[in-house]
Antibody
Framework: QVQLVQSGAEVKEPGASVKISCKASGYTFIISAIHWVRQAPGQRLEWMGWINAGNGNTKYSQTFQDRASITRDTSANTAYMELTSLRSEDTAVYYC?????????????WGQGTLVTVSS | EIVLTQSPGTLSLSPGERATLSCRASQSVSGSYLAWYQQKPGQGPRLLIYGASSRATGIPDRFSGSGSGTDFTLSISRLAPEDFAVYYCQQYGNSPETFGQGTKLEIK
């Protein structure tokens, strides 16, 4: 069955960077896009960006254009999301999610989430 | 960007009753590209409905979606104990993809 398994919780100081991994299994990795979505405490889900796992093309929300970087390693069936210049408002649970196809824009499987806490 | 507003914020019902959840968009959602998700504590969301009315794989037929343009509805015909959770709508017709703020369905 399709599974997305994310790396564990992180605690970072303001100004630092964090890189989260998302390992996919149960399907052919390169045929579906991977998106990243975050959920800050008490806030709605917020789409950050996506990567075409086949060709590596990416697109970001304007909110994260300057600070987020999404990459993938096809040999490891793993996608990554790095967020730089962290601030307290970036404290959130970060999810990776599989697109229904190469790019539909909705998500048929989600990772378990990675809590990132930004605190001095 | 399209802003999605869900109502009510909290819905208190008993098992066996019918639930009706609303999602209103600030502008028309292109192609009725609207999805619904269910989220339980400590878990990632689960896809229920896409294309406004198509059930995702493995979703019971008590879940149904309807609507077009700016007004969409998720209905649950007979609430089962496992249906009590938070529900989110999401539009994917216009970039960036955006989500509603959620409706919490709680046991009365």
């Amino acid at each position: 069955q399709v599974q997305l398994v994310q790396s564990g919780a992180e605690v970072k100081e303001p100004g630092a960077s964090v890189k989260i991994s998302c390992k996919a299994s149960g399907y052919t990795f390169i045929i579906s896009a991977i998106h990243w979505v975050r959920q800050a405490p008490g806030q709605r889900l917020e789409w950050m960006g996506w990567i075409n796992a086949g060709n590596g093309n990416t697109k970001y929300s304007q909110t994260f254009q300057d600070r987020a970087s999404i990459t993938r390693d096809t040999s490891a069936n793993t996608a990554y999301m790095e967020l730089t210049s962290l601030r307290s408002e970036d404290t959130a649970v970060y999810y990776c999610a599989r697109d229904r196809g190469s790019y539909w824009g909705y998500f048929d499987h989600w990772g378990q989430g990675t809590l990132v806490t930004v605190s001095s | 960007e399209i802003v999605l507003t869900q109502s009510p914020g909290t819905l208190s019902l008993s098992p066996g009753e019918r639930a009706t959840l609303s999602c209103r968009a600030s502008q028309s959602v292109s192609g009725s590209y609207l999805a619904w998700y269910q989220q339980k504590p400590g878990q990632g969301p689960r896809l229920l409905i896409y294309g406004a009315s198509s059930r995702a794989t493995g979703i019971p037929d008590r879940f149904s979606g309807s609507g077009s343009g700016t007004d969409f509805t998720l209905s649950i015909s007979r609430l089962a104990p496992e249906d009590f959770a938070v529900y989110y709508c999401q539009q994917y017709g216009n970039s960036p993809e955006t989500f509603g703020q959620g409706t919490k369905l709680e046991i009365k």
